[in-house]
């Protein structure tokens, strides 16, 4: 099972601008990508323009492994919004380079899900100029 | 060290009546709940030169209740955007106002139609994308239980705590909500119902959340010296902290709050700063007498009983189901009924009811021997907390 969206109650579209770009550009591309500090390499998520190690400004978007595992989940039995059809579950995921990251799993039930379950990448094409990262359970 | 102990007090306490259909405008019950703490401390509305409160877009400004009520002059406010991290904050700000002479007597509000207005925990609100809200709301993670769900799950995981045990938190809340007349659930509640109740967002069911509500409370705070001689017995503000943790995360958006980067999310800020709250008041959490505990959702006062030290990190919830926070227990918890039963006035009623409780005019509910109470807003990444005495 998947998360399944409701056409009629699209999701909009994030608004691209100076601190997100580089993050949905690669999604857009199907690569996932964090911003990583290029004076002392400390990796951040959610995008922000400076690094709270070394207070540096200076970052490049980096490649992940798109590899991780579910920190915590959530399951929502009946929605709160016609947008997502219920039963669904949200994972926060704790990826290899540290940083976490919230998104849902593809081909599971929900119940299926547990913590410390690995997990790895897939891109899922939502509507017209929105892919989403999703995640699929390793072996 | 500075230290506001004991310099400011809270001499006036105001409530609407508390519903899920005000009928009224949010405005309506912003200057009523402030009349009628003015009244209740026995001054007029010539003795008020500061205003302070708190919303997130969903009331009225200071600035409408210094017109409303005709305030001559108001020398100092604050209009302050946030969520129960403002809960005590909001007091503990107009404190420093008084103690650095910007005000001498402010009203401290929080007003809301919580229920047919705008409803915090997210129901009908619209999708947005433009904050942090798109690293989480086009995943379906669009309202603020999902949050706190994610909180529960990391605590269950990594001490056990049970379903059981936050039900026990909504019973201890009805138990007290029974005794209170302003309460707005009052019937018994047992642990089958709770545990019979729908999951909401797994694993929270509906007993596990808070009530949304329509109305709103004020107090009047002004100098310790002017305190004196009002018509009821000070309640001190002994000591009051306010802040967030290494990579709280940004915390609000406009229609949610998250924060993954938050390290370990079964833990929260006031483990840090609980000692600063406890030290600047001369106390320790042995000397709390009643504790009012902001309970958005049943994990949030088991994680807090835990990270103010009442008991050991990860036996909140054993701490809940021995009967220790019930009224007969050694620290009453939510004697009021907290926001699990009294109702939702995003934690403000919390302050009204630790004063009353320290002024011994609590009636049903009252406590025997409060003097010193601890009054919390919502904790996680973030904190808020003040000590109150008599």
């Not at chain 2, 009453?332 to 006035?345: A, C, F, K, V, W």
């Amino acid at each position: 099972m998947s998360m399944v969206y409701d056409t009629e109650h699209p999701v909009p579209i994030p608004p691209i601008i100076w601190d997100n770009m580089g993050y949905w550009e690669g999604i857009n591309r199907h690569e996932l990508v964090f911003q990583r500090c290029k004076e002392c390499g400390t990796w951040r998520h959610p995008p922000r323009p400076v690094c709270p190690k070394c207070r540096s400004f200076e970052k490049e978007w980096t490649p992940s492994t798109g590899k991780g595992a579910v920190y915590s989940w959530v399951t929502y039995q009946e929605s709160p919004h016609p947008g997502f059809k219920a039963p669904y579950s949200v994972v926060l995921l704790e990826m290899e380079e540290g940083v976490r990251l919230v998104s849902n799993m593809v081909d599971i039930k929900p119940e299926e899900i547990s913590i410390g379950m690995p997990v790895e990448v897939v891109f899922e094409d939502i509507a017209e100029g929105l892919t989403l990262p999703k995640f699929r359970k390793v072996g | 060290m500075n230290n506001l102990k004991d310099k400011v007090a809270i001499v006036g306490l105001g409530w609407t009546r508390f519903s899920t259909n005000s009928g009224v405008s949010v405005k309506n019950l912003a200057l009523e709940s402030c009349k009628n703490a003015i009244d209740d401390a026995g001054l007029t509305v010539k003795d008020v030169d500061g205003i302070a409160t708190y919303n997130i877009g969903d009331s009225v400004s200071p600035y409408v209740v210094a017109t409303g009520l005709g305030l001559p002059e108001l020398r100092w406010n604050i209009e302050y955007f946030a969520g129960a991290n403002g809960a005590t904050s909001t007091l503990l700000t107009a404190a420093c106002a008084i103690i650095g002479g910007l005000a001498d007597t402010v009203l401290v509000f929080r007003a809301m139609n919580g229920r047919t207005g705008t409803r915090l925990g997210g129901a009908g609100m619209s999708l947005n994308t433009t904050g942090i809200e798109q690293y989480c709301v086009p995943y379906g993670l669009t309202t603020f239980p999902q949050a706190v769900a994610m909180v529960a799950r990391r605590h269950m995981i990594k001490y056990g705590t049970t379903s059981h045990q936050m039900g026990a938190v909504a019973l201890t809340c009805r138990e007290n909500a029974i005794l209170n007349e302003r309460a707005v659930v009052r019937s018994p509640l047992s642990i089958e119902d709770h545990q019979n109740s729908k999951m909401i967002v797994d694993p929270l069911r509906l007993y596990d959340c808070c009530q949304e509500t329509d109305g709103a409370c004020a107090v009047l705070i002004t100098s310790a010296d002017r305190a004196k001689d009002l018509r009821h017995s000070p309640v001190y503000l002994m000591s009051g902290t306010h802040g967030a943790g290494w990579q709280s995360g940004e915390f609000f958006g406009k229609t949610t709050a998250f924060w993954p980067e938050w390290d370990e999310l079964s833990e929260t800020y006031a483990r840090t700063m609980a000692s600063e709250l406890y030290g600047k008041a001369g106390i320790t959490s042995k000397d709390v007498d009643v504790a009012e505990l902001y309970d958005c959702f049943t994990i949030e006062p088991i994680v807090q009983l835990e990270d103010f030290g009442f008991c050991e990190k990860g036996e909140g919830g054993a701490f809940v189901e021995s009967g220790a926070v019930r009224r007969d227990g050694h620290l009453p918890m939510n004697t009021h009924g907290g926001l699990l039963s009294e109702g939702y006035i995003h934690g403000f009623n919390h302050v009204l009811e630790g004063a009353s409780q320290l002024r011994g005019d609590a009636g049903a509910r009252q406590i025997k021997d409060a003097e010193i109470a601890l009054v919390t807003g919502y904790c996680g990444p973030v904190a808020n907390a003040v000590i109150l005495r008599r």
